[in-house]
């Protein structure tokens, strides 16, 4: 893995459209993180596989954030929701503890080149999300004395 160079990816999954539906998505990997395996990976996504000769950025560092919260990666909601039978919608919370988990662990903040990506929910995620992400690196880039990555999405 290049740790100057990083590919993030949102997973999909659909939108919680109904208190009840939501309540339901909770059973599951789609509505609770208490489903997730440890080692969990995207499964036939050659844009996240280091193995196959079909990916551009198979030399990148790669990180695959699981879906959970139904409400394709833009909720900043920290309470429930009443309507909601009090779940809570916080995508893009969950995508902000994500960005400050790798600048706490890992090279992120001096990164050359960063892809934020997706599928589905993740996709309108990305589309939603991108500017943002790329302030967020360019501030942590600043603090840790480097030049802002290029971001694309």
């Not at 440890?38 to 050659?46: G, I, L």
């Not at 919608?89 to 988990?101: A, F």
Request: with cysteine.
């Amino acid at each position: 893995q290049d740790p100057k160079r990083w590919v993030i990816f949102l997973e999909g999954g659909g939108l919680c459209m109904e208190p009840a539906d939501c309540a339901v998505r909770t059973g599951s990997h789609l509505g609770s993180s208490r489903f997730w395996k440890p080692d969990q990976t995207p499964e036939d996504n050659h844009m996240l596989t280091a193995v196959s000769p079909l990916n551009p950025f198979a030399n990148w560092s790669h990180v695959y954030v699981p879906y959970c919260s139904g409400d394709t990666w833009l909720g900043k909601s920290k309470e429930g929701h009443k309507v909601l039978l009090g779940l809570q919608m916080s995508g893009h919370l969950i995508l902000d503890t994500v960005v400050e988990r790798l600048a706490n662990t890992t090279g992120i903040a001096l990164a050359s080149d960063v892809i934020l990506s997706g599928t589905s929910a993740g996709g309108i995620g990305t589309f939603h999300h991108t500017d943002w992400f790329a302030e967020k690196l360019d501030g942590l880039a600043t603090s840790a004395g480097a030049s802002p990555p290029r971001v694309s999405g």
